[in-house]
């Protein structure tokens, strides 16, 4: 037994990994890392795999300066810009997706967040997907308080949607008009209320394999269990236009090393996997077992029924995680 199927034991015994266990299996063959992290995610996970859908329910104008996203008002893109969709929009869009099989839906709004009368609006959205669908419904309406997280709770939200994007040391250099502190603020706001939290990040910033480890711990400390690895897709008119695309070796790697720290979430492959050449096949056999299906909010993505047939072809049972 080599010292990758040691960590793997000690994993499936239950005990947690360190950071510097982390730093070590970063470096280690691909081949049987990542194997290691399949067998934790089988053993902790199963078959099951959450796919979800997203509606883009605001769009463009965002004040915020972050500096991947074609949205912000401070970056210089081609990206459409609309206010708030109507309940019954958001209802038709969603119905769409019930009706392909998808289980889990958010909705999914620019800004740095709601206020009191887009919640209302999205309440009333929320409690007629309720009604007429068996969808899931997820919300990531930005930086919001506890009582606004109660609100879309008795609506039927069930999860909320908030990235902390990078590592606490990094991200001064991805925003600046917010904090990480202020991402892990509402991440326990929403805790609070009673909500499950969705959060992860983006790989290809110019973080550190450091960084990524780091982010990954802090989410294993706020007991996050759906956690989306979104590859950079390196937007013109944006400062991040230029960087290097990680490639499907790099992005397998991570998402390796994030079954080992997280070995009972559902790592969900996010944003940027259709840059992928395989659309994440090697990560759904390197400890992924969730992704994002169909369009994200300002570029194309893979249909619902391609990633089903994937799912089926690898032996998963497309299921909600929680």
């Not at 691909?30 to 769009?59: M, P, W, Y």
């Not at 929009?89 to 206020?115: C, D, F, M, P, W």
């Not at 979430?265 to 090697?282: C, M, S």
Request: charged share 25%.
């Amino acid at each position: 037994m080599n010292d990758i199927e040691k960590i793997c034991d000690r994993v499936l015994s239950g005990a947690p990994i360190d950071r510097e266990t982390a730093q070590w299996l970063y470096e280690q063959p691909l081949g049987e890392l990542c194997a290691c992290a399949d067998e934790i995610r089988q053993h902790f996970c199963g078959n099951g795999f959450d796919l979800c859908t997203i509606v883009n329910a605001k769009s463009g104008r965002c004040p915020e300066n972050c500096k991947f996203c074609a949205q912000s008002a401070h970056n210089h893109t081609n990206a459409a810009a609309y206010p708030l969709l109507s309940a019954e929009e958001i209802l038709s869009h969603a119905k769409e997706n019930a009706r392909q099989g998808v289980l889990r839906y958010s909705i999914v709004t620019s800004g740095k967040r709601l206020s009191d009368e887009e919640i209302n609006q999205v309440c009333v959205a929320v409690r007629c997907i309720r009604e007429e669908t068996s969808l899931a419904v997820c919300i990531s309406g930005g930086l919001l308080n506890q009582a606004q997280f109660a609100r879309l709770k008795a609506a039927g939200v069930t999860r909320v949607h908030n990235n902390l994007e990078a590592s606490r040391r990094f991200f001064p250099f991805v925003c600046t008009t917010h904090t990480f502190g202020d991402k892990v603020a509402a991440i326990r706001a929403a805790q609070d209320a009673g909500l499950t939290v969705c959060s992860g990040g983006i790989m290809g910033l110019g973080e550190t394999a450091e960084d990524r480890i780091d982010m990954a711990l802090t989410l294993r400390e706020l007991g996050v269990k759906s956690v989306p690895v979104n590859l950079l897709n390196p937007i013109p008119g944006t400062p991040f236009a230029d960087n290097p695309r990680l490639t499907d070796t790099d992005l397998r790697r991570i998402v390796a090393v994030y079954r080992f720290i997280l070995p009972d979430a559902a790592i969900r492959l996010a944003g940027g996997r259709g840059l992928l050449p395989d659309k994440g096949r090697g990560c759904f056999r390197s400890g992924a077992n969730a992704a994002i299906s169909g369009d994200m909010l300002t570029t194309a993505g893979i249909t619902t029924a391609t990633d089903r047939a994937l799912l089926h072809e690898l032996g998963y049972e497309v299921k909600r995680d929680g």
